[in-house]
T-cell receptor
Framework: QSVLTQPPSVSAAPGQKVTISCSGS????????VSWYQQLPGTAPKVLIY???KRPSGIPDRFSGSKSGTSATLGITGLQTGDEADYYC????????????FGGGTKLTVL | EVQLVQSGAEVKKPGESLKISCKGS????????IGWVRQMPGKGLEWMGI??????????SPSFQGQVTISADKSISTAYLQWSSLKASDTATYYC?????FGSGSSDYWGQGTLVTVSS
């Protein structure tokens, strides 16, 4: 069971918008930056969002991130079939089990 | 260009030892933390631990403390993950990732992954 909670799956049609939620607690999301990672089938994860809402160079502005309290959200607009992937939120936890923590992952299907 | 290149896939028997590697290039290897992440077949990401190659300062996840050893050789810009006695449950893909431990907290560059299969 993951420290951060994500929906197992979301789906939407090409061109539409989807959001993926990530819920945590005051020991992790509440007091640390959140990152989002995309893992295309058979490949390594890639960072999409860091520091809650910043995009690395090369990441299109169709991807956005936000954080409020102990939850974070990834938004993807103008969905493309190439966006089909697993998405993970990640942050750090300052509790006894301190370290980097991830959500269980959300499988995005573009119908 | 920042790159992390991991060693190739391994097939081992239970009880055997193993050391996999992650070689960094394109940046100052001693200035960034390197984390290790496990992904079991069909499952999510699990953080195992992290090392600062500059001084080999290492922190382990409680879940992996005592189960693996993380090390680094800064002279050849390489981090390692090793097991002294593998179990079938160690079958997974292992990723190294450059991690901004005291900054953004994000892992901004990832290796391609090393698949470890443990089977009798």
């Amino acid at each position: 069971q993951s420290v951060l909670t994500q929906p197992p799956s979301v789906s939407a049609a090409p061109g539409q918008k989807v959001t993926i939620s990530c819920s945590g607690s005051s020991s992790n999301i509440g007091n640390n930056y959140v990152s989002w990672y995309q893992q295309l089938p058979g490949t390594a994860p890639k960072v999409l969002i860091y520091e809650n809402n910043k995009r690395p160079s090369g990441i299109p502005d169709r991807f956005s991130g936000s954080k409020s309290g102990t939850s974070a959200t990834l938004g993807i607009t103008g969905l493309q079939t190439g966006d089909e992937a697993d998405y993970y939120c990640g942050t750090w936890d300052s509790s006894l089990s301190a370290g980097q923590v991830f959500g269980g992952g959300t499988k995005l299907t573009v119908l | 260009e920042v790159q992390l290149v991991q060693s190739g896939a391994e097939v081992k028997k239970p009880g055997e030892s193993l050391k996999i590697s992650c070689k960094g290039s394109g940046y100052s290897f001693t200035s960034y933390w390197i984390g290790w992440v496990r992904q079991m077949p069909g499952k999510g990401l699990e953080w195992m631990g992290i090392i600062y190659p500059g001084d080999s300062d290492t922190t382990y996840s409680p879940s992996f403390q005592g189960q693996v050893t993380i090390s680094a050789d800064k002279s050849i810009s390489t981090a390692y993950l090793q097991w002294s006695s593998l179990k079938a449950s160690d079958t997974a893909t292992y990723y190294c990732a450059r991690t901004n431990y005291f900054g953004s907290g994000s892992s901004d560059y990832w290796g391609q992954g090393t698949l470890v299969t443990v089977s009798s």
